[in-house]
């Protein structure tokens, strides 16, 4: 007597792994945040032109739950972040997230945002104009750096000669940016701004889109 042999067939868990190892990766959701208005986030969503998103709306699967000064709490991917002006969360699983910063311009086209200098928050403006990073007195004096053992000389601004002196500033993080032993002028007047230059900007790849600019750390 011949017994007949059934092909045999896959079980659950083997279709479960075939399922696994054949689907397409999972992409995390790429969120930039550009800018703050009144009740408003200015958002980039997966490489996407910059949109105006109200608190309590939801565009392309991200909530703007709250804004408070220059920081905005959103939800995605199934979380909740708190970003700040400038931050870019692009995460990819099993990949490296790039080290990214999102800009926006004001009323009179000059980028600024927020960052931090030693771990200490500082409000940067673009200035491709400047070989460095330029700090005023005041903001000197309120990140408590040492320029005792700087090299002070004098530098042409747009005011006239003044006198400076430089320093080397341990780390200046924008956005998702860190970079180590950046050169700096500690300027012995006040500025409204601390200048971003080209210390830090050399290091960058620069793309301007309208009223946006992405900074990407090259190296």
């Known amino acids: ?5 059934r092909p045999s067939t896959p079980s659950a868990l083997m279709k479960l792994v075939l399922f696994l190892a054949l689907a397409p990766p999972a992409w995390a959701t790429d969120v930039g945040l550009a800018g703050i208005f009144p009740g408003k986030a200015l958002l980039t969503i997966n490489g996407g032109p910059p949109r105006i998103v109200a608190v309590g709306s939801t565009a392309e699967g991200v909530r ?3 804004i408070i000064g220059d920081t905005a709490t959103l939800q995605f991917d199934g979380g909740t972040r708190v970003m700040r002006v400038g931050q870019n969360v692009a995460a990819q699983r099993s990949t490296v997230s790039q080290q990214t910063a999102i800009l926006t311009a ?9 960052g931090y200098i030693n771990g200490i928050s500082a409000r940067f403006m673009v200035d491709t104009g400047a070989s460095m990073i330029g700090i005023g007195a005041s903001d000197a004096r309120r990140l408590t750096l040492n320029t005792s053992r700087g090299e002070r000389g004098a530098v042409n601004t747009a005011n006239g000669v003044t006198y400076a002196t430089r320093i080397k500033l341990d780390s200046v993080r924008v956005g998702d940016i860190t970079l180590n032993g950046v ?4 300027h012995e007047t006040d500025m409204p701004f601390v200048l971003l230059g080209m210390s830090f900007l050399n290091r960058m790849e620069m793309v301007r889109d309208g009223g946006a600019m992405t900074l990407k750390k090259r190296f």
């Open 1 to 5: 007597m011949r017994t007949k042999h």
């Open 64 to 66: 703007v739950v709250s």
């Open 106 to 114: 004001d009323s009179r086209g000059h980028f600024l945002t927020m």
């Open 183 to 186: 050169d700096a002028l500690v």
